[in-house]
């Protein structure tokens, strides 16, 4: 065998030895966990063959505690490349199986490599964690590591979209990366994020409590909202980022794609004529809504489980891409709180970040009163979305289907935040609070003096709420002053929505020169 062939050899064993990460055992050790290793999700997530792994034979440098004596090839991380339908994407996966993917140096740099080129390429990053924190070897320098990546997650921030799959535990310092990306997934029953365990917890404040109820998928999905989407299964957890995908563009100077549609856009639904019941104070169910509306009632939602009186998610209207913002009357009368309202102004600076229209869809009574909505900083909070919806300039299209009440009316995509098309339906009540709010203030006096004759007060202020709903609880004085463009029949929804999308394909908005906002926290 001539020496060339000799080395050629070589490097085929070293690729071989390089793929085997920690060893075989510790790969069925995986297995049996009922997870899959790096390997196998960057295989399952990317088009078959696409995949470009870079710094395969990159080993630690640490000789700290006999760390030299344990080498792996590529250390705990696989980083490249790759396609996701035909779509460049760059990737890394975090490798339980060498060092229960601790975080080292060199770790740090694989992984500040690729984000480095994503940003330059203006293509998504995806990150899959699946590790035990920082290598504790490695002392100060894994903790430097994982300090230059969320320097990079804030770079790249609003410019390529960025994407966390939590795949296993997460904890200390390792959350903030997620934290900083725009969506974050998890694994039910195998992965886990908290910034300190349960037995530092336990010794702290005394609290005994495990993995599961302190950072596990359900608790962060529906209690902390610091996930987007939770996945029973690894191949349910992939085919869910691979529908994320489809609906963003690749970078912040890009559109999202577009999809053939064969839904007609004068598709009349009639049920939506008769969708908002007769009493002002019943529910209905704004899914309902989204699902006549949309293109094929394919919705892919956002935080389904946090914050469920708002709804946020992607949908396409005419197979192009937009994120919806709608209020759920089902839930707490869709009434605005800290947590719907940090909820909504994520995701609206996500869509305006990517160039995707935001349409909103309105039935809001107002934000929840109390203090423990007070003292959590409603007002605040309440700012953010404001703020969001007035900082926004991509295409901005906001229908008001039932009430829409004093400042939740000015937050929710009003046209004094520069929303280019305000729809109403015929049932639309726009006014600065309800009826019953509306003439106990307005008639305080007239009530208190009859109430003083004996006369019937509940006839009077029952009378005078009729009147106010007969002038005020409208659409009509809104549209009067130009603040509703037009009211529309309910059927007709889909249509006016996919036709003002294609007036506002062109728009273009500028906000005043500065660094950047300073957008209330």
């Given at each position: 065998?001539?020496?060339?062939?000799?080395?050629?050899?070589?490097?085929?064993?070293?690729?071989?030895?390089?793929?085997?990460?920690?060893?075989?055992?510790?790969?069925?050790?995986?297995?049996?966990?009922?997870?899959?290793?790096?390997?196998?999700?960057?295989?399952?997530?990317?088009?078959?063959?696409?995949?470009?792994?870079?710094?395969?034979?990159?080993?630690?440098?640490?000789?700290?505690?006999?760390?030299?004596?344990?080498?792996?090839?590529?250390?705990?991380?696989?980083?490249?490349?790759?396609?996701?339908?035909?779509?460049?994407?760059?990737?890394?996966?975090?490798?339980?199986?060498?060092?229960?993917?601790?975080?080292?140096?060199?770790?740090?740099?694989?992984?500040?490599?690729?984000?480095?080129?994503?940003?330059?390429?203006?293509?998504?990053?995806?990150?899959?964690?699946?590790?035990?924190?920082?290598?504790?070897?490695?002392?100060?320098?894994?903790?430097?590591?994982?300090?230059?990546?969320?320097?990079?997650?804030?770079?790249?921030?609003?410019?390529?979209?960025?994407?966390?799959?939590?795949?296993?535990?997460?904890?200390?310092?390792?959350?903030?990366?997620?934290?900083?990306?725009?969506?974050?997934?998890?694994?039910?029953?195998?992965?886990?994020?908290?910034?300190?365990?349960?037995?530092?917890?336990?010794?702290?404040?005394?609290?005994?409590?495990?993995?599961?109820?302190?950072?596990?998928?359900?608790?962060?999905?529906?209690?902390?909202?610091?996930?987007?989407?939770?996945?029973?299964?690894?191949?349910?957890a992939i085919e869910m980022l691979k529908s994320l995908l489809s609906y963003i563009p690749s970078n912040n100077m890009e559109q999202a794609p577009r999809k053939e549609c064969n839904d007609p856009i004068d598709r009349l639904e009639d049920s939506l004529n008769e969708i908002i019941p007769e009493n002002p104070n019943a529910a209905y169910d704004m899914y309902k809504v989204i699902g006549a509306i949309i293109d094929n009632g394919e919705f892919f939602e956002v935080q389904p489980k946090f914050a469920k009186n708002i709804i946020t998610g992607f949908a396409r209207f005419n197979g192009q891409s937009v994120g919806i913002v709608a209020n759920q009357p089902s839930c707490y009368a869709g009434v605005l709180d800290v947590n719907a309202s940090r909820k909504g102004a994520r995701f609206v600076r996500f869509c305006d970040a990517f160039n995707i229209p935001i349409v909103s869809l309105v039935d809001v009574p107002g934000f929840l009163p109390g203090t423990g909505q007070e003292y959590n900083a409603v007002i605040l909070h309440g700012a953010q979305l404001l703020y969001a919806y007035g900082e926004a300039t991509v295409p901005k299209i906001t229908v008001t289907l039932r009430k829409s009440y004093g400042g939740s009316h000015i937050v929710m995509g009003s046209k004094q935040l520069h929303t280019d098309l305000n729809y109403a339906w015929p049932s639309a009540e726009i006014a600065v609070m309800g009826a019953s709010g509306a003439a106990a203030v307005l008639y305080a006096k007239e009530a208190k003096a009859k109430k003083e004759a004996g006369e019937d007060v509940k006839s009077f202020i029952a009378e005078k709420e009729e009147e106010y709903n007969e002038l005020f609880a409208n659409p009509y004085q809104a549209a009067k002053y130009g603040y509703i463009d037009d009211v529309i029949e309910p059927r007709n929804t889909r249509f006016r929505i996919c036709r003002a999308l294609a007036q506002l394909a062109t728009k273009r908005d500028a906000l005043p020169a500065k660094k950047h906002g300073n957008i209330p926290m």
């Open positions: 065998m001539s020496k060339q062939l000799e080395k050629i050899k070589q490097l085929i064993e070293k690729r071989e030895k390089a793929r085997l990460g920690g060893g075989e055992k510790a790969i069925q050790k995986q297995h049996d966990k009922g997870k899959y290793t790096a390997r196998e999700r960057i295989e399952m997530l990317l088009d078959k063959g696409s995949f470009e792994e870079y710094d395969m034979f990159k080993e630690h440098r640490c000789h700290n505690f006999g760390m030299e004596k344990k080498q792996f090839l590529g250390d705990g991380v696989v980083a490249g490349s790759g396609t996701i339908d035909g779509r460049l994407v760059f990737i890394f996966a975090q490798d339980f199986t060498v060092h229960a993917g601790s975080l080292s140096e060199t770790m740090s740099q694989k992984i500040c490599k690729v984000m480095d080129m994503a940003m330059k390429m203006g293509a998504p990053l995806i990150g899959i964690n699946d590790s035990g924190g920082a290598r504790i070897q490695e002392g100060i320098n894994a903790l430097a590591g994982y300090a230059e990546i969320f320097e990079r997650n804030i770079l790249a921030s609003g410019v390529i979209p960025q994407i966390s799959g939590i795949f296993g535990p997460c904890a200390g310092g390792a959350v903030y990366s997620p934290a900083l990306t725009d969506f974050t997934l998890m694994m039910e029953g195998t992965s886990y994020m908290f910034l300190t365990g349960p037995k530092v917890v336990k010794t702290v404040t005394g609290e005994d409590i495990d993995q599961e109820h302190l950072g596990g998928a359900s608790v962060h999905a529906s209690k902390s909202g610091v996930t987007h989407f939770t996945a029973k299964t690894e191949e349910e």
